[in-house]
């Protein structure tokens, strides 16, 4: 997989009992135009006889195990802390639940080759069951609502954000980073866990100085939130409590009770058509700020 006139990529896919959407979203790797790179499959806690078809299905592919569920962000930091130490210039990250277009990578590189002072850089990322509509193309940050949205979502893919840009943030579906950056500076805050990493990663490159950017033509088809799903309760809790921290890191104290209050009134009203671990985890989330 190498080319000298090529710098070395490193592939980070984390795996949590997902082993299908891995081994999809692997032989689409496989069929990419760029050459000169390396598949890091890092087993997140997988029990043992999923992580054991994981090893017997992935040839040609280095595989990282750890006994327990890092999260999202430990996952991936394993994966990321491995690839600086293997020489590699780019890491990028990309979700297990994800197939890539041939030119995903070549597309990343080439913007990344342009820009003196990247942070990082995220792809357009389309829905899988419906290719030409986006699910994202970058974030943004509504400052009256104090929320981050999808850029372009369900919008046609062919008619709309067709170019490269500066934005806020971008989605940790598909980035990549550039792995001269100082390690603190690219690793995710495990203190999050899963849900708003990718934000809080952005917005901490650009208040170091760094800029975030949507590469318009590296394209990724994702299947969206395939691994929390299979946990009644776990977006639910990760994505209110890591909103909240996020917000108010970042943006200060005004917004974030401006959010903290609607949440609060969102769940007291829809309480009655929650079921328990639901109403739990909404709740616990409010709280463990």
Not at 7 to 16: A, D, E, G, Q, R
Not at 195 to 217: F, P, Q, S, W
């Amino acid at each position: 997989m190498g080319n000298l006139f090529e710098p070395k990529v490193s592939i980070v896919v984390v795996n949590l009992n997902g082993e299908d959407d891995t081994f999809e979203c692997v032989d689409s790797l496989k069929k990419i135009g760029y050459k000169n790179y390396e598949i890091v499959v890092v087993d997140n806690g997988s029990s043992k006889k999923n992580y054991e078809r994981l090893k017997k299905n992935l040839k040609g592919v280095t595989i990282l195990r750890k006994e327990e569920n890092l999260g999202f962000t430990g996952g991936y930091n394993v994966g990321i802390r491995y690839a600086k130490a293997s020489g590699s210039r780019y890491v990028a990250i990309l979700n297990n639940d994800t197939v890539v277009d041939e030119k995903w990578l070549s597309e990343f590189v080439k913007l990344a080759k342009e820009e003196k002072k990247f942070g990082v850089i995220g792809s357009k990322s389309c829905y899988y069951g419906q290719r030409e509509i986006i699910q994202t193309a970058g974030l943004a940050f509504n400052k009256f609502w104090a929320t981050f949205y999808e850029i372009g979502n369900g919008l046609r893919d062919e008619d709309h954000y067709n170019e490269n840009r500066e934005v806020t943030a971008v989605s940790g579906v598909s980035m990549l980073m550039d792995l001269k950056n100082p390690l603190e500076d690219i690793l995710f805050d495990e203190e999050l866990f899963l849900y708003y990493e990718d934000v809080d990663l952005c917005l901490r490159m650009k208040r170091n100085g760094y800029k975030v950017l949507y590469c318009a033509k590296s394209k990724v088809y994702h299947k969206i939130s395939r691994t929390a799903k299979k946990v009644k309760g776990l977006s639910l809790y990760w994505g209110i409590r890591n909103r909240l921290r996020v917000i108010r890191r970042y943006y200060g104290f005004i917004p974030y009770v401006w959010v903290f209050i609607r949440l609060l009134v969102k769940g007291v009203v829809d309480l009655s058509v929650m079921d328990k671990v639901s109403a739990k985890a909404y709740f616990r989330g409010l709280c463990n700020k």
